[in-house]
């Protein structure tokens, strides 16, 4: 027997819309936003040669999809750029070869980005030193619990250029007791550089095979929004620039103790009711803390930007984060096998990021105004039940 349908049968309503007024008095503003930055000449580089120098410190998958970007955008521009983009490589022996030789020929980082062709220009470097001789522009992606070594070796004198820039794609905060900084800070107090932050939605293997979305990044100036929007804006990579180091940094960070908290919500099987509530509870939570401790931030930069609403969302959904606390959530196991077993060899940053942020508002006496926060670390660090994650919210 076919089934019915049990709805109450409507009167047709259609009508003919053709003789309604509906016009309306109400302006709509032009666009305050180009839908790509427009080309312009660029601030002079310190270089005999008239062209800036890039490099990437880094070679994970977010690291090679920022090295791919800004190694097509070298060689389009190479009346402005040198066209070698260096990348460092911490050298592995693989099937018997270096890493940096197989990446150098195959022009593939197999390990962490399979079938994505790099382009021809962009060289795998295994000496940090190397890799940033005369270079003017500075960009690290390294996981953070390596970034203080890195700096160690760039702060000798002589390594880097004097008028070297860099800017941060690394997601995390440094937290000495009371005192909190973000990597951008850290690197420009460490190496002397100006420091821009970089940040969006942006999942590393979707960047790299070319699929639209757009990134943020947070400038101390003019001159570096032109430089960095000139390194990395692509037809499918848009770049917006903001004067909000702060807000690009802590929005990066932040987000991934949120997307633990998502993917505990996943693995508990719950619903998409509760998972909307933990992100708009989280959410919430990083622009107050971002507010409160970090002057001169912008609200708007979480919820007008790419570094804040759209990067909660996508990091909520489709992180390694969130996918890494569902598997805690389901089978219990410590975060550290389960960053083993699930990452090929890449570093979970929420849980270290949330164990930090615990540290802070602890020594601030602060961490009742943050409960969110606050249970994703209990549930990481002193084994609070998952399904505690939202009593007292």
Not at 17 to 27: A, G
Not at 48 to 71: F, Q, R
């Amino acid at each position: 027997m076919s089934a019915q349908s049990t709805a109450p049968s409507t009167p047709d309503v259609a009508r003919d819309f053709s003789d309604l007024e509906i016009s309306s008095t109400v302006t709509t503003p032009a666009a305050t936003r180009p839908s790509s930055p427009i080309p312009a000449a660029l601030p002079p580089s310190p270089l005999a040669s008239g062209k800036h120098k890039i490099c990437v410190i880094g070679s994970g998958s977010w690291g090679t999809a920022l090295a791919k970007i800004a190694a097509e955008n070298a060689w389009k521009r190479n009346d402005e750029f040198h066209s070698e983009v260096r990348m460092w490589v911490r050298e592995k022996i693989v099937n018997g070869k270096p890493l940096t030789h197989i990446i150098n020929r195959t022009h593939l980082n197999s390990r962490y980005l399979p079938d994505i062709k790099l382009p021809k220009n962009l060289v795998a470097t295994p000496h940090l030193k190397d890799v940033v001789k005369d270079a003017t522009l500075i960009v690290f992606v390294v996981p953070h619990q390596f970034l203080h070594t890195v700096l160690g070796e760039l702060s000798k004198p002589g390594v880097l250029h004097p008028q070297a820039r860099a800017i941060s794609a690394i997601k995390g905060v440094e937290v000495n007791g009371t005192d909190i900084e973000t990597f951008a800070s850290l690197i420009e107090g460490r190496v002397g550089t100006p420091c821009s932050a970089l940040s969006g939605a942006n999942i590393a293997l979707e960047v790299a095979m070319g699929q639209f979305c757009e990134t943020t990044i947070g400038c101390p100036t003019h001159t570096d929004s032109l430089l960095w929007s000139a390194v990395f804006h692509a037809p499918t990579f848009r770049v917006n620039a903001v004067e909000d180091v702060n807000g690009v940094s802590l929005g990066g960070a932040l987000k991934n103790i949120v997307a633990l908290a998502a993917g505990f919500v996943d693995g508990l099987g719950l619903g998409g009711n509760t998972k909307a509530a933990i992100l708009r509870i989280g959410l919430s939570e990083m622009i107050e803390f971002c507010m409160e401790f970090f002057a001169g931030s912008q609200r708007e930069t979480f919820s007008n930007e790419s570094a804040g609403i759209a990067d909660l969302i996508t990091t909520c959904y489709g992180g390694r984060n969130r996918k890494c606390a569902e598997e805690f959530a389901k089978t219990g196991q410590p975060f550290d096998v389960i960053e083993k077993k699930l990452l090929n060899g890449q570093k979970l940053q929420g849980t270290a990021t949330a164990e930090e942020v615990h540290n802070f508002l602890r020594a601030r006496k602060r961490t009742h105004a943050y409960p969110l926060f606050e249970k994703v670390y209990q549930i990481s660090y002193e084994g609070l039940p998952p399904k505690a994650l939202v009593q007292g919210l």
